[in-house]
Structure formats: C-alpha cells, structure tokens
C-alpha cells in the first residue's frame, strides 16, 4: 500500500479494531507494495528532507506529473517546515486534481504551523466534498491554532470556531439525516478541537458521546479529559461503569478525574478496584487521587496490600509484571488522599512498597513526604547523611529520595526548622556544600539534576551562587586528554585537565538559572558555560544555556546567543536564531541553514530498498519477547536508524526507563534517566500513521531532536498524531508490552529482513 490516504488506512484499522477489542489483540500484516517513485527521485526528495533544505529542486517536484511525487514532496516540504513552501502547497490544496495530493498538502500545511495557510485551509474545511480533505485541513487548523503566539489569541479563537461548527454541522447531518459518519472528518475534528481550546468546546464534544462508534466516543472523551471540561460528565459517569470497551471505560475515568466529578467516587472506586482491564483500573485510580477523599484510602490500601502479598510470596518476583505499574499508581493516589493525615497504617504500606521497589521509585518517595513531611525528614536525613548508601544503592535511590524532599518544599512551606534540615540534607547530599560539612563527595551524577531541582524549590539565599558553580568545569583527570570523541578537557596547571560535569547536570543548573531574576553575574556564567557545552556529545546543555540566557534580556547575553550560530548542530543555530527573534536582537534566520547529515546516499539507498519488505525486529526482555514490524515507506531513515542501533547491539542490557500504565513504555536510553542518546540527533518523519494501541515511535524533546529513545503505546493517543514519527507496530506480544515495568531489562533486539 502506498502512503496511502488516512481514509482507506482508517477504515482498515477501524474494522481490525472492531474485530477484537482484547488486549491480545493482534492487527494482521499489511504488505506494501514498493515505492511507485523512480529512485532517484526519492532520492533528492530524501536528501532535501533530511537536509531540512527548501529549494528550487522540491518546489519542482509540487508540480511533477506524476501525482506520487507531487504527493511525496508534499509531505517533504512539511517535515522541512520552511514557510516559503506554503503557497505552493496551498495551490496544490486548492487545484490539484488528485484528492490525495490535496489532502497531503493539508497534512504538510499543518505541519508548517504557519497563520499564512489558514484561510485556504478554512476554505477546505468548510466547503470540500471529499471528506478526507476536509478533515487534514480540520486536523491543520488545529496545529496551527496550536502554535499561534498568546498575543494572537483572538485569531486561534476564531480558528478554533471554524472546528466547532465542521464538528457541529458534521454530528447534525448524521442526527437529521441518519447519515452514515466520516469518521476522518470527526476523529480528526476532534483532536484540531483538542489542539486550538475554543471555548465552549465542550458543548460540542459532549454530542459525539452519542456516536455509535467507540472510537468517536473515545477521543470525545480525550478530548473533554485533557481540556478538563464538565460537559460530558453525566454520559462519562455511566460509560466508566458500562460500556464494553475499556478504552472508553478509561477515558470515562479521565474526564471524571479531570473535572474532580464528586458524584462519581463510588463508580472510579469500583472501576480501581475491579476492572479487569489494567487500563481502565489505572485511569481510575489517578481520577481517585484528583478527588482526594479519604473514603477511597481503606479499600486502596487493601488492594495493594494483596498485589504486594502476592509479589512477595515468590521471591524474588517482587517488582516485576504489570501489578508493579498498578501499585505506583495506587501509591500515588494514597499520597495525594491522605496529604498531611499522618496516617500510620498508610505510611507503613508504603515503607513495604519502597523495599518492594528497592528505594528507586519517586512515587513512592513523594507519597511518603506528602503524608507526613515530619516522619519521612526524620527518616530520611540520617540516610541521606550516609553516602555508603548512595554508593551501594546507586543514582536511582539518589533521584528518588531528591524528588521526596522536594516535595517537602511543597508540603510544609513555612521557613522552619525542619524546612532547614531538608535544604541542608539535599545539599549535603548532592555535594553542593561538600567543603563546608568537611566530607569529600561520591555522589553518582545522574542522581544529581534531582537534587538541584529539590534544592531549588526551596528558594534558598544562595541558590544562584550554587547553580553558577554546577556550570563550571568540574573535576581533574592526570595525564593525557582523556576520551571518547566529543569530550571537552582543559589543560591545568596540574599536568592534567579538567573535566565538564555531566551534560545533564549543566542543563539542568541553566534551566534552573533561567528561572531565577537576571543578573549580570547570571549572564556571565552562562556565556561562560556555552563554548563549553558546544563541545558536548549531546546538546542538552548548549540549548539549555541558550533558553537560559534569552531570558537574562540583555545586550551581553544576545552576544553570547549569537556565537550559536556558528555551532554545527542545525538545532542549536536554530535555537538561537529564534531566541534572538523573540528578543527582538535581530533575524538571524538565514544563518540557520541546512543540517550537516550524517546519512550517505548509501544509506538513502538502504533505507528506501526496505520499501515494499516485511522487516520486523523481535525485542527480547526480561519479561518475554514482542515483534515490531517497522514502516519503511512512512519512515524509512527513523527505521534504518533503529536497525543499525539493534545490529550493533546498542540496546542490549539497557533498563527499561519509563513506564505509564495506559499510554506508554520508553526505551532506548544508554543512561537510563530517559535523558540519554546515540551521540547525534535524526530528523523527525512526521507521517499520517495515527498512534493507535501498539504504535512504535520516536521520543523527543522538540522537533529533530530523536535519536536512540523508542516508546510503545498501550492505547490510542490522538494528541501524538502528527507530532512524533510513527515508524513501526508491535504485531506480536502486545501482552508482553502490557506487563512491561520500569526496571525491567532489554536482553537483545533481533533485526529480520525478508525480500
């Protein structure tokens, strides 16, 4: 099948759906054809995409013969995102006599995010036949309200109106006329409503939990979830308790949750505790948490009090298998219910928890601090005092205990003693003040960044100071340079050099200084801090002291903005060209220029071969193995990137870093503290494969910032449609991904390739 129209691929994925709605549910292979492109067309389409490069040659290709590569550039000129493409793909819009070019240029259009499009899309969204069109001019407009400025709040208003009345007048016919539904039109209608937050949006996402479909009633549901909007909420609180698919049953919960839905505690209380989908209990057991009544702690507690039995009858299966998942979330929502009660029983399940979950889970961390602030300070700072115990449990306890006093900031706001204790154990134990309390420091640094955050949200006198000494060089090494390639050593007066600290503790100190007032000495850390980062393996920091320094809006700091452009990372020259905009120090966008590939046109060869093969990869874990076949042809450089990682054994051994029972697992991160990557960045392939359950994609931090990190979803999410390369499925052992927990081990990934 060619990238084919969101028309046939829905309708295709609706009636899999429809046909088993089971978690083991598998959607058969679909085998596509091989490109109908020459190659060497989709070659300089593929270098020009991956350049980010808008040209004379792709504008070419808008107008070919052929409308396959009027198609594929189309969807070229969106991922490249360059606001000069726009009339073109707005004459394709309007003119092309394919409907499936059309609905492509409305796609790419919305990608641009540019105002300039909209009245065009406005046109074709209320006035084209084909629905398919009208719906990715719908799903457009939702972007680009999406990425209006605050400034421009009437006109994403006005936008957002234009969504409504295509919902309204799409749910009327059907009603009226008993008109059979365009699904694109509503599905699709409904996320661009998501997206632009009209108001009385809600009135209008309330009338599709009438639909027949549950797909429909699903995303109305999200929809009125993530705008945390009433309407809804009489229809939620029987579809929570009744309706047959548990997605549905979940996104019911999240609305009631959502709006804090008193009447609904006894149907989320039943739902947490006896649902038989995971999902759904999930989903609940959160909306429990947002209502905070007391009256859900008994029956809590006695849930998980029969998870951890049952865990901990065969040691050492503790911590392993979904009910993991599901006992931080009930962790979680005791700690929010019973917030300052000190209730004893409460705090003692927990205690048993935090040795289930071996200290390394901030759930329960947090629950802890938030119950009773004073029990858990008193526990923790003799802990905290003994760096024998970071050094044998390791960054993950470090991170998790920050993240509890943190909290204590939060909890106990008063400038107290005990508020004293909890500043001075954090910076004891992260090493802030190492010198001061005579002590050395064997502190991990991943377990770092947490503490700065938990030191600062305490607000202490001399937080700058200590966030201004975290961007120095950090500590010595004798003899030659030490390295891997990109590591940045300064010769000393020692014979040896100086090291940076880690990448992610920079970052985070210059987001954190970004956050405080301006000041010269602010400005002068910064500027400092950036050569230095430029030379990172990664460009976490380089861009965090970029944001940083924006906000110090000063003539010195614009300056050190400016020596970014010369950097050869394509994201932090464009970076700093759009912070030096926003401050109004200047266009710099023609500085920008294109991004200096790493691919080869042996690789745009490669990757463009696998169209039309069944190419899977099996990902062994440690709780059993599960089977992605990739999309070439809608992603082909994100899949040939995942396969030389699996080939050269990049993901084997790693920790599993995150897991969010109904949305997602993550993995791929060589650190495990899900900041990690390969060394470099990849383009973004934005394509129109929706995030249905068992969707692969490619985690990011902003545009074309994708590398080695993969995410799984448990459960459609229409609001990641669009927005993050879809590039593979899961097509066997969904059931594994479901039971999947943080902490659990990639063993290997196991590439095949067949003709």
């Known amino acids: 099948m060619q990238l084919g129209s969101y028309r046939i691929a829905l309708c295709a994925l609706i009636l899999l759906i429809a046909s088993s709605t089971t978690a083991s549910a598998q959607k058969p292979r679909i085998n596509r054809p091989v490109s109908a492109i020459p190659t060497n067309v989709l070659l300089r389409i593929m270098r020009a995409e991956d350049e980010r490069r808008w040209d004379k040659d792709l504008a070419s290709l808008l107008t070919d013969k052929s409308a396959q590569v009027r ?3 189309a969807l070229a000129a969106g991922r490249i995102g360059d606001e000069r493409a726009v009339p073109a793909l707005v004459e394709l819009l309007r003119k092309d006599r394919e409907d499936d070019v059309r609905q492509m240029a409305a796609f790419a259009l919305g990608e641009i995010e540019s105002a300039l499009a909209a009245d065009a899309l406005i046109e074709a969204a209320r006035a084209d036949q084909v629905s398919y069109v009208r719906a990715r001019a719908l799903e457009a407009l939702g972007k680009i309200a999406a990425a209006l400025p605050p400034a421009d709040e009437a006109r994403r208003q006005a936008i957002g109106q234009i969504v409504l009345d295509a919902l309204t007048t799409e749910r009327q016919a059907i009603v009226t006329a008993s008109g059979v539904a365009n699904l694109e039109v509503e599905l699709l209608g409904l996320t661009a409503a998501l997206r632009a937050r009209p108001k009385d949006a809600g009135k ?10 549950w797909r429909v009633r699903a995303d109305a549901l999200n929809a009125l979830a993530r705008l945390r909007l009433k309407d809804g909420n009489g229809e939620a609180r029987k579809m929570v308790v009744d309706h047959s698919n548990p997605i549905v049953r979940a996104n019911a919960a999240r609305v009631l949750g959502a709006t804090e839905d ?16 995971l999902r759904v209990r999930v989903s609940a057991i959160r909306a429990l948490g947002s209502l905070k009544d007391e009256r859900a702690l008994e029956p809590l507690l006695l849930r998980g009090r029969a998870l951890l039995t049952y865990k901990r009858t065969v040691p050492p299966r503790i911590g392993i298998g979904s009910e993991q998942n599901e006992l931080l979330e009930i962790a979680v929502t005791v700690g929010r219910t019973m917030q300052g009660t000190e209730n004893r029983l409460a705090f003692d399940w927990l205690r048993n928890l935090r040795v289930a979950t071996k200290a390394t889970a901030p759930e329960v961390e947090l629950a802890l601090a938030r119950s009773s602030p004073k029990l858990y300070l008193s526990e923790e700072k003799t802990r905290l005092l003994n760096d024998a115990f970071f050094s044998a449990q390791g960054w993950r306890v470090l991170s998790s205990v920050m993240q509890g006093f943190g909290e204590l900031a939060k909890v106990n706001p008063g ?49 700058d100071q200590l966030l201004r000494k975290q961007l120095e060089l950090g500590y010595h090494s004798w003899g030659p340079s030490p390295g891997p ?10 014979m040896g050099y100086t ?14 200084l970004g956050n405080l007032p301006p000041s010269p000495e602010n400005t002068k850390a910064l500027a400092a801090a950036l050569p230095i980062a430029f030379h990172d393996e990664m460009n976490d920091a380089a861009l965090a002291i970029l944001d940083a320094l924006a906000k110090q809006k000063s003539a010195a700091a614009n300056d050190a903005i400016k020596t970014a452009l010369d950097s050869s990372d394509h994201l932090i020259r464009r970076r700093a060209a759009a912070l030096l905009k926003a401050n109004g120090a200047g266009d710099f966008s023609n500085r920008i220029g294109k991004v200096q590939t790493r691919n080869t046109q042996a690789d745009y060869r490669r ?40 080939r050269k054994g990049f993901f084997n051994g790693q920790t599993i ?35 249905e359950r068992a969707a692969v994609g490619m985690a990011l931090s902003g545009k074309d910032t994708g590398g080695s990190q993969w995410f799984v979803t448990h459960s459609p999410q229409p609001h990641l449609d669009g927005g993050y390369t879809v590039f593979g499925r899961v097509i066997r052992g969904m059931d594994v991904v479901d039971r999947i927990a943080r902490g659990d081990i990639i063993r290997r990934v196991i590439v095949n390739e067949k003709n």
């Open 71 to 73: 198609k594929r550039a």
């Open 499 to 512: 090291m940076p600290k880690d990448v992610i503790i920079r970052s985070t100190a210059a987001e954190l």
């Open 485 to 494: 390639k990109g590591i940045y050593a300064v010769p000393d007066e020692h």
């Open 607 to 646: 990757a463009i071969a696998r169209i039309g093969k069944h190419v899977t990869a099996t990902v062994v874990t440690s709780k059993g193995s599960f089977v992605i076949e990739f999309l070439p042809e809608d992603a082909p450089l994100t899949a040939d990137n995942f396969i030389k990682l699996a």
């Open 657 to 691: 870093p995150r897991v969010v029972p109904n949305f997602v697992i993550q993995a791929g991160d060589p650190r495990g503290d899900t900041n990690g990557g390969p060394g470099y960045s990849i383009r973004c392939e934005i394509n129109e494969v929706p995030y």
């Open 204 to 213: 209008v996402l309330a009338l599709y939990l009438s639909s027949v479909d």
């Open 415 to 463: 400038r107290d003693e005990e508020r004293k204790k909890a500043e001075d154990a954090i910076a004891h134990a992260i090493c802030l003040k190492w010198k001061e309390t005579g002590g050395g420091c064997g502190t991990v640094d991943k377990g770092v960044p947490d503490g700065l955050t938990a030191y600062a949200a305490f607000k202490p006198s001399d937080l």
């Open 262 to 277: 008193k009447q609904a505690f006894d149907a989320l209380l039943d739902r947490a505790l006896h649902d038989e989908d």
